[in-house]
């Protein structure tokens, strides 16, 4: 009786939602079959567009859970000044109200929604990118749902452009302002989603089969990644550019499957991402650091929170040490799992010390008219490494500690996370 008290009054309303900069929605109504799916028809006044729907009573959205089984011209970019629809059938979940209103917005395609989920997988669809405003509109959830740890990568938009803050510690002077917001991996590239689209070339140490899928990727050499082939070979001095990537290296492979244009961060990027706006002295979910006597409320694993000083087996489980399975502990602000410790997180720059890097204010270490060098010039052999790992100590995995590593480094500690423009195409 709720069900249809609900469905009786699903049509009672239709919202315009507006987006700042001129993209808008007109036109819009709703109707309903027999079958009880309710269709909303619009039309964009300048497409393209990222399309999403929300469904309120009383102003209170009923959850992204109930809305996200929306089909047809919702969650994508949708093209085209014409009518457009999308097909929702409500669940016996949905409560029963007076009034449901449509609310579709329509976000401008550089300036997308929050998430973004894309499909990696060798079957991903013609057009494999999803969008949604929340992390609670994620169909099956984010821990619900294997996928977005296994076969889809979900990035998170960071809003960075044109904020200033400082990046290190509590005495630098290093004012960065990043130019434009950008998308981060919510968790490390696991052991699946390397396997996505590296195949057999997986050479993970922490290989238990009942967990590895979910583990961070490690062990792979940091040239890989981006630089050279997932294989080790076509290396070139081109692909050492902050923008380009070795067609067969695994961001290469992502990308040309994709069309998506991932990178590895910069090392601005990822501290002002891990930070989320927390002040020194906390950790990025909010916590504050209590220091040597007692760390072990860090956010992350490192030795003294379930990590190891010595190398474990390589066929233990996440329980025993080594690395944890992927969102494991508390996220940031910004929904972002693992910064502090797992494994060190490789960003493009090259590494120098650090107060080499505040003259820099945050571009990218590498020189773009010689990109096997440094901004100032100089030589470096090293990539900078971020966030601790399962074996560091409480003190190395801070969101300003910076550490180094060869491009052909690799062992269990060493991992990364994916960045990409926030931008919808």
Known sequence: MRQNMMLAAALAAAMLATRADGVSVSNVSASQGGDRTVTISYTLSDAPAVVTLDVTTNDVSIGGALICTASGDVWRVVEGDVEHTISWLPDGNCPSADELSFNVTAWPTNDPPDYMVVDISASAAVTPKRY???VDFLPGGL????????????MRKIPAKGVTWTMGGTDSTNYV??????YMGVFEVTQAQWRMIAGANCPAYFANVQYAAMRPQESVRIN??????VD?????????TATNACPTSYIGYLRSRTGVMFNLPSEAQWEYACRARVGEGHWNNGAVDMGAV???????RCQTTGGNATQPDSDCTPDMGGTPTVGSYAPNAWGLYDMH????????????EDADIAKYAGAVNINPENPLQTLSGGTSSYRVGRGGGWGSVWSMCHSRTRYYFG???????????LYCPAEAK
């Open 132 to 134: 949604y405003p929340g």
């Open 143 to 154: 821990f619900g749902d294997a996928i977005y740890r296994t076969t889809s990568v979900v």
């Open 177 to 182: 302002t990043l130019a434009d917001n950008y």
């Open 224 to 229: 890989n990644i981006k630089y050279n082939a």
């Open 232 to 240: 080790g070979s076509g290396g070139s001095s081109a692909y050492a």
């Open 294 to 300: 007692a760390y072990t409320n860090m956010p992350g």
């Open 341 to 352: 410790g797992g494994v060190w997180e490789i960003c493009l720059d090259w590494y120098e």
């Open 407 to 417: 491009g052909g480094s690799s062992n269990p500690a060493i991992g990364f996370r």
